[in-house]
């Protein structure tokens, strides 16, 4: 249930957003590699992972998952 909730928010946001949060928390790409890999400022990444995981977090509640 939680993959498949998974796939259906990444599905739904930016595409920067997807990116970036894989890069992070899947293939655990640090701060500084996401930023360079992309030419983005770390404080931009750090903010777009903030804001994704909040979104995350409110999704999964919506889905009624308890995080």
Do not use: H, P
């Not at 640090?30 to 903030?50: P, Q």
Request: glycine fraction near 4%; hydrophobic fraction near 40%.
């Amino acid at each position: 249930e939680i993959g498949r909730a998974m796939n259906v928010f990444l599905e739904n946001i930016s595409q920067e957003s997807r990116v970036i949060f894989l890069r992070r928390y899947w293939f655990c790409d640090t701060i500084a590699e996401i930023a360079e890999r992309y030419g983005i400022s770390e404080s931009k990444v750090k903010m777009r992972l903030l804001r994704t995981r909040k979104q995350l977090s409110e999704f999964l509640n919506r889905e009624g998952i308890a995080v």
